[in-house]
Every structure is written in C-alpha cells, then in structure tokens.
C-alpha cells in the first residue's frame, strides 16, 4: 500500500513516519529481514542469565497465579512491555490497533479527537484535533488526563487509555484533567462522534493575505496545501501567508516535506539518521514550488510536534519564514511501522531526524523567531481627545480620494478571537509595507 504523493521527492521512503501516523510499506518489511552486523554481534552474546531469569518467571506465572494465564497472552504481554519501557512513541499493536493507524492515516475514525502521549504514568495531551468533541469541550495541548469516567490512567499502557476513550459514537466519558495554572483537578464531559479531519483549512484574513491551517499531516496533505494557495492566489495576488501549525501533532513524515517543498524550491528540507542503512534518509526540495517568494509567517506552540516541527525548522533554516508563537513540542524521533504475523505489528523509533542546519529537535523543540504567547487584546473603545476634524471651520483635506480610514471591525474581532493570528498578519503587513516603492513627489506647474 502506497501512502506518498505523486511528486518525485515522494518516492525516497514509503513507510518512515512520527507522531502517531505511520507509513507501511516495503520497507518495513526489508528492515525486518535484514539484521545488521550489530545485531548479529548481540545475538552472539545474548544475556542468558537473564533469559533463563525470563523462563523461570515465564514458569513461576504459569504454576502459581491465582488464575490460569494463557501462554499466547502472557508472551504478548512481555513484548508489550519490551516496547514500553524503550520509549513514550514505541508500542506493540494488536490487529485492532494496526488497524486502528491505517484508518487514522486515512483521515476518519470514532473517538473524541485528541492526540495523546504517556507521561509519568498519566496520559498527556499532545494535542486537540480542530473541529472535534474533546477541542469544542476545551481540552489543550499539555492537559494530564488522570482519570478516565472513575477509572484511574495511572499505570494504564496507553493503547488501553486509547480504547477506553474510543467508544460507540454518541456515547460519552468523563475526563478528569490536571492544568498548568489550576489549583486541582477539574472534570469534562465529551460526547464521542465520527472523527473526520480535514487535513487544510484556508481563507484570506483580508484581501492580498492568507491563512492556512494544517491541523494534521495526513497522506494527501501537500496536495491540499498545494491547492488551497493556488485558490486564494486566484483570488489575489498575495501579498502573504501565515502557515498555521499550533497544536498540530504531526503525522507523516513524506506531508510534511511536501509541505514544506510548496514554500522551498531548492536545497535540503530534513534528513534522518538510524542504525539501519535503510533509516538514513535525506529529502530535499525541488523547483515544483507553489509560493516560493510570499511572505510567510509560520505560527507554532508546545501542541505542535513532530511533523510540524520538520516544517518549522527547515524554513525557518533556510530563512524562509519567520516563526512566531511559543517553543514547539520537542518531538524529533521516526517511527517505523514493522508488521509482523497474524495482522499485528510493532511500532518502533527507528531514526532522529535533523533540520537542515544539523539540529536535533528531541526533547529541544523550535524556537520562535519572536515569541507571542497566547492572550486576549482589549482596547480603549472610544477616543478621547480632539482632532482638527472636530475644529469648527477645519480646512477639508484637498485630496477627495483620501478618504479617513478606521480599523476594520474584521480586524478588531481577529484580535479579540486569536491575539497570535492577529500580530501574524501585523508583521505580513510590515513586511509588505517596507517592500513599497516610495511615493512619487508632486512636479510644481
């Protein structure tokens, strides 16, 4: 199965992915049946004092727990827990939950829409999914789910959170949430529905300018992006762009470098480095570019991860963008989707990836270019003062077409609503301000 897109820097990997979204692929397959010389040299000198410790638990469970214990689940249960404790991104995956990622991949499953990680025993909050139950109820990016209905998570394996959250549509559940800045925890209840995400969203904030929203780095994400600049480039001609990656969790790996290749049209995008030879991968742009000289403002937080953080960090390399926000999430590891028998499958940090300028983002983040924390702009609402228009007698002004202009009520709700959107579009409008010819000097007659 095939999940890259039709441009050539498509077909380097086809199953090298991060966050929770995956690839499957040939790949996968090959990594599996080709050990390295490293693991043949393990296999050589293989710790038997602990796999014969192993057996005899393995045998201790079987004589002496207080209920008989299958053989299949007990095996199960250990690879389960040799992935665990490797790292927060490595999981086995039962069929259901192998199928689960497919359909995730894709862009339509059931649940409450948000992208969660383990931490300390808890479950974490990556990120909520635009225009799903869990962000309309108001979960955020960095909440600790500490109980799910009256069941504890502590200790919980996070496919087992995750199924307990997923449920028949129309059903609810009860989150428990633990929040940076509240003083104990506090309940929310969320009515499960078809999650179906759309990948882009885009509109022109005012004429010339315009917005796009990734919310989720999916299988047909590029070309959406792609198509969307084209529509608004239709429109007008723009003047500049802000790219829209807050609480956006990532995804797969190949999106990701399109995206960004619709903004560079040369040079490298992100590169990744493993043990296996296979895991060494290098992507780069090329000419099939759709705004390669907008002005962009690209807008991040501690809920954009991952993929997100591939985009921010090769434009903001190549000095092709200006970061605005807050320090993104620190995710910068590959995860490889390897099937095994029997329709399961392990997922696996296999590489970390680099920006171009050789940074690791894992457990670092991107650092904005100027940092705007989320808030609230209110204003004075009515001027005080006199101006010469309030004079009796004031000369007029002589030149009818200019007209005084007030800030548009459009702006002012921008402001109210997304303070960070609102300063993006100050900036593109700095930007496009500086780029003016200077205004002609009137001749004497």
Known sequence: MKLYGRTPLATATAITALSLLPFFGPLAQQASAEPSAAAETTEKTLPLEELRMFADVFDRIKQAYVEPVDDRQLLEDAIRGMLAGLDPHSAYLEPEAFESLQVHTRGE?????????????????????????????????????????????????????????????????????????????????????????????????????????????????????????????????????VLDLRNNPGGVLQAAVEVSNAFLDSGLIVYTEGRLPNSELRFNANAQTAAANTPLVVLINGGSAS???????????????????????????????????????????????????????????????????????????KEMGV?????????????????QSEQSSSSRDLAERDYQLYESLNLLKAMHILKREPAEAGSEG
């Open 109 to 241: 499953f059931g649940g409450l829409g948000i992208e969660v990680g383990q931490e300390d025993g808890f479950i974490r909050v990556i990120a909520p999914i635009d225009d799903t139950p869990a962000q309309r109820a108001g979960v955020r990016a960095g909440d600790l789910i500490i109980k799910l209905d009256d069941v504890p998570v502590q200790g919980m394996d996070l496919n087992q959170a995750v199924e307990l959250m997923r449920g028949e549509v129309g059903t609810g559940i009860r989150l428990t949430i633990m929040r940076d800045g509240e003083d104990k925890p506090f309940e929310l209840e969320i009515v499960r529905d078809v999650i179906k995400v759309t990948s882009v969203r885009h509109e022109l904030l005012e004429p010339g300018y315009g917005y796009l929203r990734v919310s989720q780095f999916q299988s047909h994400t590029g070309e959406d992006l792609v198509k969307a600049i084209n529509e608004m480039q239709q429109a007008a001609p723009l003047q500049g762009l």
């Open 387 to 403: 101006k010469e228009r309030n004079l009796a007698g004031h000369l007029e002004n002589g030149n009818a077409e200019n007209v």
């Open 307 to 381: 993929a997100s953080e591939i985009v921010a960090g090769a434009l903001q390399d190549h000095k092709r963008a200006i970061i605005m926000g807050t320090d993104s999430f620190g995710k910068g590891s590959v995860q490889t989707v390897l099937p095994l028998g029997g329709e399961r499958a392990i997922k696996l940090t296999t590489a970390r990836y680099y920006t171009p300028g050789g940074r690791s983002i894992q457990a670092q983040g991107i650092t904005p270019d100027l940092r705007v924390d989320e808030g609230k702009l209110t204003g004075i609402r």
